[in-house]
């Protein structure tokens, strides 16, 4: 009796790990049913062209997921182009199924990060500095420039990374900074950085 409840308990635990990633493929590529022709077009995506073109008014995301991009399935690899006007704000958000590994072309982004243990770090990347968000941890992006956009590139561990946002109205809804403090397992001050970023931008 004991052996099949270890074995039960094993596999509930491992159960939700195995849906929370890519599944593996058994070769090279997948392609869709409804595609009947593979060529180079196949995996090659457009939807970047022109982005360039005009800064945007507020925090953009152009991605290319399986969705937009069917040559991701399988592939365990989201790519996005975030565009941050100045003082601008990409709010707390996670991806659960994901790491996301940002490179800044140009301009500064004060990135932050708060780990299981509660601590807080945070950067000010300068055009050329990577970093990583390890999968599942709460994290945001600010561009607190003045004048200058900045412009990133952001890759995912995963062809369908989805993020889950912390609402802002959480930030502003008169919960108390010790409360918000306790749900997020931070301190205060870090609630207060986040408040600011957000009446800020």
Same mark, same amino acid.
């Given at each position: 009796?004991?052996?099949?409840?270890?074995?039960?308990?094993?596999?509930?635990?491992?159960?939700?790990r195995v849906l929370?990633?890519?599944?593996?493929?058994?070769?090279?590529?997948?392609?869709?049913?409804?595609?009947?022709?593979?060529?180079?077009?196949?995996?090659?995506?457009?939807?970047?062209?022109g982005i360039f073109?005009?800064?945007?008014?507020?925090?953009?995301?152009?991605?290319?997921?399986?969705?937009?991009?069917?040559?991701?399935?399988?592939?365990?690899?989201?790519?996005?182009?975030?565009?941050?006007?100045?003082?601008?704000?990409?709010?707390?958000? #996670?991806?659960?199924?994901? +790491? &996301?590994?940002? *490179?800044?072309?140009?301009?500064? !982004?004060?990135?932050?990060?708060?780990? %299981?243990?509660?601590?807080?770090? #945070?950067?000010?990347?300068? +055009? &050329?500095?990577? *970093?990583?968000?390890?999968?599942? !941890?709460?994290?945001?992006?600010?561009? %607190?420039?003045?004048?200058?956009?900045?412009?990133?590139i952001a890759a995912?561990?995963?062809?369908?990374?989805?993020?889950?946002?912390?609402?802002?109205?959480?930030?502003?809804?008169?919960?108390?900074?010790?409360?918000?403090?306790?749900?997020?397992?931070?301190?205060?001050?870090?609630?207060?950085?986040?408040?600011?970023?957000?009446?800020?931008?």
């Amino acid at each position: 009796m004991m052996m099949i409840m270890f074995v039960l308990v094993l596999a509930l635990g491992t159960s939700k790990r195995v849906l929370a990633s890519d599944p593996d493929i058994l070769s090279d590529y997948m392609v869709p049913q409804n595609v009947t022709n593979v060529d180079a077009a196949y995996f090659t995506y457009t939807g970047f062209r022109g982005i360039f073109d005009r800064t945007p008014e507020t925090v953009k995301t152009t991605k290319a997921s399986m969705v937009e991009f069917p040559a991701l399935n399988g592939q365990s690899v989201t790519y996005a182009v975030l565009q941050f006007p100045p003082r601008t704000l990409l709010p707390p958000h #996670t991806r659960p199924d994901a +790491a &996301g590994l940002l *490179f800044l072309l140009d301009g500064s !982004l004060e990135v932050g990060l708060i780990d %299981s243990k509660n601590n807080l770090y #945070t950067k000010k990347l300068q +055009a &050329g500095d990577m *970093f990583v968000f390890p999968k599942g !941890l709460i994290h945001y992006q600010y561009n %607190s420039h003045h004048q200058t956009p900045a412009t990133a590139i952001a890759a995912f561990g995963s062809a369908s990374a989805r993020a889950v946002v912390v609402p802002s109205s959480v930030f502003t809804s008169g919960i108390g900074d010790v409360i918000l403090a306790k749900s997020f397992k931070t301190d205060v001050d870090t609630i207060k950085k986040i408040k600011a970023g957000l009446t800020t931008s």
